[in-house]
């Protein structure tokens, strides 16, 4: 998926943990089949899964995620990973890798929940509690998404040369041109920062409920409309609307967690076409739902 992309197959992962953790070695690796695009994720026996960055991280790096992961737990109503330790580089493996606690469940899906007015309510417990957590003086960090929309321009413009066989290009340059001109957002609040599907987990014996939040490595201050882009990977309008109202927030709020949608899913359809089709499908999903949004039409 990513040029200079580390791979790491079980008999490297059991060398691994053989050195530098030889109190989990001997637990049974199971490969996880995931749609995500920064680590390898492999099992270690029921309770625990080890994460191999896809592309070089220092430990420090996964120190900082660690320490975000701990704050996510303290704030989420739902189960979230748990750091247990963080691995330096070696020469075997040349980036820091870690351990966290497994969690249970299905990645929810953005085409068959795209009416679950239930999770959509899950959600809005989520944004909440994170909403509710203190930002002790912090801003946001300049990393990714949930600062100045029109700081991501350049990127935006490359996606959409790049995207005539996937969507409606003249109409979402329109729609960018829009969007990225919304004021900022006056203050932040704490944002889960990638409420993306694949993040979401669903109990496994079915329903619509949510019991997990993954990859919570990036939480911290950010835009409040960050974490709005989850009505837009997820839902069509009528539970859209749902989320809206539960949430309660400004138009121009609304806009903004369009916006950052529409940024990030840009970049997912050509970017993942032929490495990651679960990913491409969600971008393309997305851009359909943003496109055909009766108050975003009348923007342009």
């Known amino acids: ?23 989990l070695h001997g637990r049974p690796l199971r490969r996880v089949p995931a749609a995500g695009t920064v680590n390898t994720i492999v099992r270690l026996g029921d309770d625990l899964v080890a ?3 896809l592309l070089p991280t220092t430990e420090q790096q996964l120190r900082r995620e660690a320490a975000a992961l701990h704050e996510f737990a303290e704030a989420t109503p739902f189960a979230t990973p748990v750091p247990v330790r963080v691995v330096p580089p070696s020469t075997d493996y040349p980036s820091a890798w870690s351990v966290q606690t497994w969690v249970p469940g299905r990645p929810a899906d953005p085409l068959a929940h795209a009416d679950a ?30 600062g100045v929309l029109a700081d ?28 990225r001109s919304l004021p900022s957002a006056e203050d932040v ?21 949510l019991v997990g939040v993954l990859d919570g490595g990036d939480v911290g201050p950010a835009d409040p409309a960050l974490d709005l882009v989850c009505a837009w990977h ?17 138009t121009t709020t609304w806009l903004r967690g369009a ?27 997305t851009m359909r739902r943003l496109l ?7 923007l342009i």
């Open 234 to 250: 997820l839902f069509d309008a009528p539970v859209r609307e749902v989320l809206r109202d539960a949430v309660d927030v400004g």
């Open 117 to 146: 007015a239930d999770l959509a309510r899950d959600l809005v417990a989520l944004i909440r509690a994170l909403r509710a957590v203190d930002v002790a003086g912090r801003g946001f960090d300049g990393r990714g998404r949930g």
């Open 292 to 298: 055909a949004d009766a108050d975003l039409r009348r």
């Open 152 to 179: 991501h321009d350049e990127w935006v413009a490359e996606c959409l040369a790049r995207s005539g066989s996937l969507f409606d290009v003249a109409a979402a340059t329109a729609l960018w041109s829009e969007l």
């Open 1 to 23: 998926m990513h040029d200079g992309e580390l791979t790491v197959d079980d008999t490297l992962a059991d060398r691994l943990l053989a050195r530098d953790a030889p109190d």
């Open 189 to 209: 609040v704490m944002s889960h920062r990638d409420l993306t599907p694949f993040n979401l987990l669903i109990a496994e014996d079915g329903g619509t409920r």
């Open 51 to 53: 994460r191999f960055p």
């Open 259 to 285: 916006a950052w949608a529409f940024q990030q899913a840009a970049g997912l359809g050509w970017y993942y076409e032929r490495s990651n089709p679960a990913m491409s499908a969600l971008g393309r999903t």
